[in-house]
């Protein structure tokens, strides 16, 4: 049985790592549109750079919180598929084997002239002159804010193939990530797990679990697993 499973700053907010979701647009005092564009980029990419440096600094210190352990300790019992809005890879660290990240991961690099040009980053940083292979200067495996979100559709093709559907810590406000629900079939169950469910009225099979992620999952999970 699929499980797709759709996490978004909630879920990494519990293992301590803070999203400009909760700031009014700000991400660690910066404006997002500051940091967080290809426009942003073009006019300071230094100060771009250790942004990234810094937040890498941070997911490297986190660690998976119970949430994630839960979803990867699902895989016994599902073909549990996760599609993360998140740039960090608690997911993975938990144990999750089936990841999809559609705004990147901040652990690898890219190349400035192609995107699909990857590398892993040894460390924390990216410096100013590390180049790709093509040498071009090397930035953050992230999408950006008016970049193209290269694995929406491979995201999409996921959710049309659920047998169960999971929403947990996204206000579904970002797009194109927040239409993925709209590939899931409406006989589905959709349970979403979130302090302030959005607004999910004109889907059907909805089961709202209005908790924080990490009390959340353990509720769906105990769920699932008797229902089995």
């Not at 901040?106 to 180049?131: A, H, V, W």
Request: net charge negative.
């Amino acid at each position: 049985m699929k499980l797709v499973v759709l996490t978004g700053a909630g879920i990494s907010a519990e293992s301590g790592l803070k999203t400009f979701r909760d700031a009014d647009g700000l991400w660690e005092g910066y404006n997002v549109y500051d940091v967080a564009t290809p426009e942003a980029w073009e006019k300071d990419p230094e100060l771009v750079q250790e942004f990234y440096n810094e937040r890498r600094r941070q997911v490297l210190a986190a660690e998976p919180n119970r949430a994630h352990q839960l979803l990867a300790g699902l895989e016994k019992d599902f073909d549990v598929e996760i599609i993360t809005q998140n740039i960090d890879d608690l997911h993975e660290r938990a144990g999750s084997t089936k990841v999809t990240h559609l705004h990147g991961v901040i652990t690898r690099s890219q190349s400035d002239l192609r995107p699909d040009l990857t590398y892993p980053i040894q460390g924390t940083e990216i410096k100013m002159g590390d180049l790709c292979e093509l040498g071009s200067q090397l930035r953050p495996h992230v999408v950006w804010f008016g970049e193209a979100v290269p694995m929406i559709e491979v995201a999409a093709k996921l959710c049309k193939q659920a047998d169960i559907f999971v929403l947990i810590g996204t206000s579904l406000a970002v797009y194109p990530a927040a239409g993925l629900i709209d590939f899931v079939p409406s006989v589905v169950d959709k349970y979403i797990i979130d302090p302030r469910i959005p607004d999910v009225k004109r889907y059907k099979n909805v089961i709202n679990i209005e908790k924080n992620a990490v009390e959340g999952v353990a509720e769906l999970n105990e769920i699932l697993l008797n229902a089995r």
